[in-house]
């Protein structure tokens, strides 16, 4: 499944904060947008929290933007349910 995120780098922890109003996800991650940082610390976050392989999540546009698509395998229906259910 496609997935729009807002990324926050440099943050003071890693979190999923709520949705834009268009819908895409805000996440904030501690690493800097320095060389691929902050990509990287993404892929691995929603890796743990969606309970799949870094290998299934890819960012297909948006590598040097803060607003970025994700191709995420799994259950479009389980991914979403992960996704907003921490939200603050």
């Given at each position: 499944?496609?997935?729009?995120i807002?990324?926050t780098?440099n943050?003071?922890?890693?979190e999923?904060?709520g949705r834009t109003d268009?819908?895409?996800f805000?996440?904030?991650?501690?690493?800097?947008?320095?060389?691929?940082?902050?990509n990287?610390?993404?892929?691995?976050?929603l890796a743990?929290r969606l309970?799949?392989?870094?290998s299934?999540i890819r960012?297909?546009?948006g590598d040097?933007?803060?607003t970025k698509?994700l191709?995420?395998?799994?259950?479009?229906?389980?991914?979403?349910?992960?996704?907003e259910?921490?939200?603050?």
């Amino acid at each position: 499944m496609r997935l729009a995120i807002r990324i926050t780098p440099n943050a003071s922890r890693d979190e999923v904060v709520g949705r834009t109003d268009d819908g895409a996800f805000r996440v904030k991650v501690q690493s800097p947008p320095v060389e691929g940082a902050a990509n990287r610390r993404l892929i691995r976050f929603l890796a743990d929290r969606l309970g799949v392989p870094k290998s299934r999540i890819r960012i297909v546009s948006g590598d040097t933007s803060r607003t970025k698509q994700l191709e995420i395998e799994g259950d479009e229906q389980d991914i979403i349910r992960r996704m907003e259910g921490r939200l603050a």
